[in-house]
C-alpha cells in the first residue's frame, strides 16, 4: 500500500481487535501513527501496537471506555502526548446483542446507545479540539444494518440509523472548519465478535453468505482499505457520505 498517510495521526476507538484492529494496522501500513484505544481488552491493544511497530510503523495503546467523556478526553490528551497532532478520528468502538424486543432493558438500551452514539459524539467532540487548522477526517463505523434492519437487531440497528444521521448532519455542520465526516457501512463482516457469538454459524450463517453477491463474508481488511481512503487526501472532496462496504449486500 502506498504512504498516503505519512505524517498523520489516527485515533482509533475499539481497536484491540476486529475491525477496529484491521483499521489499525491498514493506516499504520499507509503511513500513519495511530492510537489504539481499548476498553478492557489490554493484550489485544497491545498485539496490533506490536504488529504495528513490527512493520516499522508507530502505534500507542490508550485506554477508554468511549462512553465516558473523561476516559475520552484523557484518550486525546495521551494521543496528542505521544504525537503531538490528531488528523484522523476513527469512531468503531460498538457493542450488540441479538434479542426479541422484549428481552431489550433498560440496562441494553444505554449500553448500545452509551457506547455507539454517545461515544462517537464524545470522541468527535474532543478531536475538535485537537485537530489543526487544515482540518481533520471523522470516520463513523455505521453497518448495512442502519438502513436495512434484521430481526432480533431493532435495538443495535438503530444506533447505526443515528450515527448515519449524525454523519450526514455534522459533515454540514463542520464543513466550515475544512472537518470531513463520513461513514463505513460494513456488511456480513467476520471478526472475533461474530464468531464468539457464532453469527454466522449453521443454517442461518449460510442464508447470509447466499445473500451477499460476492459470496463470502467480508473481513476486516476489506473494511479497513475504506477507511483509509476516507483517512487520506483522496477523499478531500468527499463529505457526508455513508460507504456501504457489503459485497453488494443489501
Do not use: C
Amino acid at each position: 500500500m502506498s504512504q498516503r498517510l505519512v505524517g498523520k495521526v489516527a485515533v482509533i476507538t475499539g481497536a484491540s481487535k476486529g475491525i477496529g484492529a484491521g483499521i489499525a494496522r491498514e493506516l499504520a501500513e499507509a503511513g500513519a501513527s495511530v492510537v489504539v484505544n481499548y476498553a478492557s481488552d489490554r493484550a489485544g491493544a497491545d498485539r496490533v501496537v506490536a504488529d504495528v511497530t513490527r512493520g516499522g510503523g508507530k502505534a500507542v495503546a490508550v485506554q477508554g471506555d468511549v462512553s465516558k467523556a473523561a476516559d475520552v478526553k484523557r484518550l486525546f490528551a495521551e494521543a496528542a502526548r505521544s504525537f503531538r497532532r490528531v488528523d484522523v478520528l476513527v469512531n468503531n468502538a460498538g457493542v450488540y446483542r441479538f434479542a426479541p424486543i422484549e428481552e431489550v432493558t433498560e440496562e441494553e438500551f444505554h449500553r448500545q446507545y452509551g457506547i455507539n452514539v454517545l461515544g462517537t459524539i464524545l470522541s468527535i467532540q474532543e478531536a475538535l479540539k485537537y485537530f489543526g487548522p487544515e482540518g481533520g477526517s471523522v470516520i463513523n463505523l455505521s453497518s448495512v444494518v442502519g438502513s436495512a434492519p434484521w430481526p432480533q437487531m431493532t435495538l443495535y440497528s438503530s444506533t447505526k440509523a443515528a450515527i448515519d444521521n449524525l454523519t450526514r448532519g455534522l459533515a454540514l455542520e463542520l464543513a466550515p472548519r475544512k472537518v470531513r465526516v463520513n461513514a463505513v457501512a460494513p456488511g456480513a463482516t467476520e471478526s472475533e465478535g461474530t464468531a464468539e457469538l457464532q453469527v454466522f454459524d449453521g443454517d442461518q450463517g449460510k442464508k447470509i453468505i447466499a445473500s451477499i453477491p460476492f459470496g463470502r463474508l467480508g473481513t476486516p481488511a476489506d473494511i479497513a482499505r475504506v477507511a483509509v481512503f476516507l483517512a487520506s487526501d483522496d477523499s478531500a472532496w468527499v463529505t457526508g457520505e455513508i460507504i456501504r462496504a457489503s459485497g453488494g449486500q443489501k
